[in-house]
């Protein structure tokens, strides 16, 4: 299967990016992204706008979705591909991982008000339409503007990881549900940015497992979050469990995802890319 500009993983202001989906496609279609994945966090109410604005721009828009996962004591994400977006199981179950994440955001803002961070609740609001779509980068944002860290990532590494004083624990879906939820749409499941968790090798290993016992797709071999090293790491992964491979920039908005949108690295050429089967 040959290279094409491939980029499927990105964010838009439906969930915590900060373009417009139609702005997310057409900046896509300007580098010569000619297949794209909208895959907004548990929410499919961009889909429309995207889908329409990449039939404008004459590039192949793919419908997705990420999906807020709980492993054991870490969050992950699985990214569902070609999904259909009315299927019920999928709709339904997005609704009910939603449902946890204002509750989640107000904990949140309590906790940084324990340190002197006051306001940063009402403050991460500012950031987003859908306040039940609020999430720690609408928290970091805030914390930026107000002087407290210099860009989104430090908020992140000092306030919102697990073990800082920002960091509230929330049971997001299970695997088994996530990866249910997306075949039952019709789509490919995927691993997102697997070399950004904080999982030992042998925890990696068990998530891999499972998710092939679920029948599980694909994994983000190129991702915005991977480095030369994890990908030739994550391309062995592929080998050796058989899974697709994707490849995504995860792109967030302009100046703040470390690749733009279609500027990831070419995926290693032995490796069969997921969007054969899309």
């Known amino acids: 299967m040959s290279q094409i500009n491939a980029d499927l993983h990105c964010h838009s202001t ?22 794209l994945a909208l895959t907004d966090h548990d929410e499919l109410g961009g889909l429309t706008e995207a889908r329409e604005a990449a039939v404008r721009a004459g590039i192949r828009f793919v419908d997705g979705v990420e999906i807020s996962v709980s492993w054991g004591e870490q969050t992950v994400h699985i990214v569902g591909l070609g999904v259909d977006p009315r299927c019920p199981a999928l709709v ?58 210099r860009d989104v990532k430090s908020v992140f590494d000092h306030y919102l990881v697990r073990g800082k004083p920002g960091y509230v ?65 994550f391309a062995r992964v592929a080998r050796r469990y058989g899974f697709l491979a994707s490849r995504a920039s995860d792109f967030h908005g302009p100046g703040e995802s470390s690749v733009d949108l279609g500027r990831s690295d070419l995926l290693p050429e032995d490796l069969t890319p997921v969007w054969s089967k899309l």
């Open 169 to 233: 624990e929330h049971v997001w879906a299970t695997l088994d549900d996530a990866v249910g939820w997306i075949h039952a749409a019709g789509g490919l499941a995927v691993i997102a940015h697997p070399g950004r968790y904080r999982l030992s090798k042998r925890e990696l290993e068990e998530l891999f497992l499972r998710f092939r016992e679920l029948g599980g797709d694909a994994i983000e071999v190129v991702s915005g979050s991977h480095n030369r090293e994890a990908t030739l790491e």
């Open 14 to 35: 439906i969930s915590d990016g900060l373009l417009s989906p139609a702005a997310v496609v057409e900046r896509a279609a300007a580098n010569g992204v000619e297949m």
């Open 92 to 149: 339904e179950g997005l609704a009910a991982v939603r449902g946890g994440r204002d509750g989640r955001a107000a904990r949140m803002g309590d906790a940084l008000a324990e340190i002197g961070i006051r306001g940063a609740y009402q403050g991460a609001l500012k950031y987003v339409g859908n306040p039940a779509l609020v999430s720690r980068s609408h928290f970091a944002r805030y914390l930026v503007e107000i002087g407290v860290s």
